[in-house]
């Protein structure tokens, strides 16, 4: 029971930086493919919804992975030998961000053209969804060979490229906000159904590649497979009709579906054919201590990053 509420509340964190960090990581992809006579207004709203609080999103992934190493520690064993590959390429990449990021913001060409960072900035912000959904697709399949044969099969790549368009809609979505009263709404709108559209296209390219392993399971998934579907469509009406911050919250929810109706096909296997929660939990001491400190935790963090957020929207 506290081992589950424990992983309860790593999904949690996931589905925050999901839908927070993820979107940040779309905007420096549509940063990338910004284009017209608008491409340098639409970089300058980019930069200016990212702001000062984009690296503060990371601490929901700090608070997942410290949750996994204290509560499930084979599990995070495993994932560091056998996904090693691509975690160390989406940890690169968060780290190439984060450094482009300053230098193409703040560097003023002292580090280099500014260009070649925006550059560096959204291909990293490619690079890092992509091969957290390649983990992702790892942890399903139960394949674990060191990652790098991960890196080639087509379960794996089309589940990273999910990933990618994920975050891409979601940016669009919060970016037409943020240019609400501009001309620029139209163009992120268009994104926006654009990323829908190849995100449902991804989603039934995947459903005859999944591993059988996840037949029997699919069942539980249905329900929020529903609600990511119906949520998607809500939230091009809502962006029809300019409804810009009820559409954030469809967006989230339809986005945040996807990671819930995963993690319910693969309840209670952590790994596919590896482990599962009873057999990767640590002792009940440590899952007690680890449960009241993600529980304090979050309710110090939580109204913190709420703030903080609050703060800067201004």
């Known amino acids: 029971m506290i081992a589950t509420a424990i992983l309860l509340v790593i999904l949690l964190a996931l589905s925050a930086y999901l839908v927070l960090g993820g979107a940040d990581f779309g905007g420096g992809i549509w940063d990338l493919l910004a284009r ?3 491409a340098e207004d639409q970089r300058s709203l980019i930069s200016r919804s990212i702001g000062p609080v984009w690296e503060a999103n990371h601490v929901w992934l700090i608070l997942a992975l410290t949750a996994t190493f204290s509560a499930f520690p084979p599990l995070y064993e495993q994932i560091g030998r056998g996904l090693a590959v691509p975690v160390a390429c989406a940890l690169l990449g968060i780290v190439l961000r984060g450094a482009a990021y300053v230098y193409k913001s703040y560097g003023d060409g002292a580090a280099g053209p500014d260009h070649l960072w925006g550059r560096v900035f959204a291909i990293a912000s490619a690079v890092t969804p992509y091969m957290l959904g390649v983990a992702a697709a790892g942890l399903a399949t139960g394949r674990l060979d060191s990652g790098a044969g991960l890196l080639s099969d087509p379960f794996a790549a089309l589940t990273g490229g999910l990933a990618v368009v994920s975050t891409a809609f979601l940016a669009a979505v919060y970016l037409c906000h943020d240019a609400a009263g501009t001309a620029l709404v139209a163009v992120f709108r268009r994104r926006a159904l654009a990323g829908a559209v190849v995100a449902g296209a ?39 009709r300019n409804a810009f911050k009820a559409a954030r919250i469809s967006a989230a929810t339809a986005v945040a579906a996807i990671l819930w109706g995963w993690a319910a096909a693969q309840y209670p296997a952590l790994i596919i054919g590896r482990l599962t929660v009873h057999s990767a939990a640590a002792t009940g001491p440590a899952l007690q201590v680890t449960l009241g400190v993600l529980i304090a935790g979050l309710l110090l963090m939580a109204p913190a990053v709420a703030v903080l957020f609050r703060v800067f929207s201004r």
């Not at 990511?228 to 091009?236: E, W, Y």
């Open 202 to 240: 991804l989603a039934l390219a995947l459903i005859p590649l999944l591993p059988s392993t996840l037949d029997h399971r699919l069942v539980r998934a249905v329900p929020l497979i529903a609600l990511s579907a119906a949520a998607g469509v809500t939230t091009l009406v809502l962006l029809w």
């Open 36 to 38: 017209g006579e608008t």
